[in-house]
């Protein structure tokens, strides 16, 4: 009767584990590192995109107020793309805005004129039938038209002066 003992150590799996973990971590470091790298990049042409979409909106209205550019931005059918048209949109409707209120005041100018032609050309012909009845209306009413004369001369400068402003501000 005889017995065997064989005796083998662990060391040799033990080394095989270490190996396997430290290749695992090195792999796993190395994707890590990749990603990283991947995302900033991404996050880097993000900010691009929107820096210069930010400096275009910016650039789009002049000091004064007016806009001088309605389209910009890229055509990229992502979120930047949309947000740009957005922009995009909202300067047309701006400019047409913008050009209402400015065409505005001379429209104003020509449509307070007119009723205040008839309203003088209705106090010059009181006044003139006033004369041919040698006074026969109230010795007061005289002093009413003159007041309504000046109303009407100030209406008539404030509404010279609306459309000077507006060729100055052309």
Do not use: W
């Amino acid at each position: 009767i005889g017995v065997v003992v064989a005796q083998e150590t662990t060391n040799s799996i033990q080394t095989v584990q270490r190996q396997a973990i430290a290749n695992l971590f090195n792999k796993t470091l190395i994707v890590f590192t990749i990603v990283t790298l991947l995302l900033l990049g991404f996050a880097n042409r993000l900010s691009v995109r929107l820096r210069h979409l930010r400096n275009q909106a910016e650039t789009a209205i002049d000091p004064n107020g007016r806009v001088t550019v309605t389209k910009i931005g890229s055509s990229a059918k992502d979120e930047i793309g949309d947000l740009s048209r957005s922009f995009s949109s909202i300067l047309e409707k701006l400019k047409q805005y913008n050009t209402y209120l400015e065409g505005m005041a001379s429209r104003l100018s020509h449509e307070l004129r007119t009723p205040l032609a008839v309203v003088r050309s209705s106090l010059e012909n009181l006044e003139a039938l006033e004369n041919l009845e040698a006074g026969c209306l109230h010795s007061e009413s005289h002093i009413y038209i003159e007041r309504a004369k000046e109303g009407i001369g100030r209406l008539n400068t404030i509404i010279t002066r609306l459309s000077e402003a507006t060729r100055l501000e052309q």
